[in-house]
């Protein structure tokens, strides 16, 4: 991992990515538990789509594999 100074927030965990605009700060640390505990990328993509795909501007979501 590496470290690029920026105004997006990026939550990491063990094998998930989710990067978040600036405005979304409070989604962003309402879903840290859920990337830091492994939640599957499909369960993040429907927490983050909750609202309905246009509230939530724009997002990045990367996952690894075993």
């Known amino acids: 991992r590496s470290y690029r100074p920026g105004e997006w927030y990026g939550v990491l965990g063990d094998r998930t990515v989710l990067l978040l605009p600036p405005e979304e700060r409070s989604r962003a640390a309402a879903r840290w538990a859920r990337v830091d505990a492994g939640t599957p990328a499909d ?3 429907d927490a983050l789509i909750s609202g ?9 979501l990367a996952t690894t594999a075993d």
């Open 43 to 45: 369960d993040l993509v």
């Open 52 to 60: 309905g795909r246009a509230a939530l501007p724009a997002f990045v």
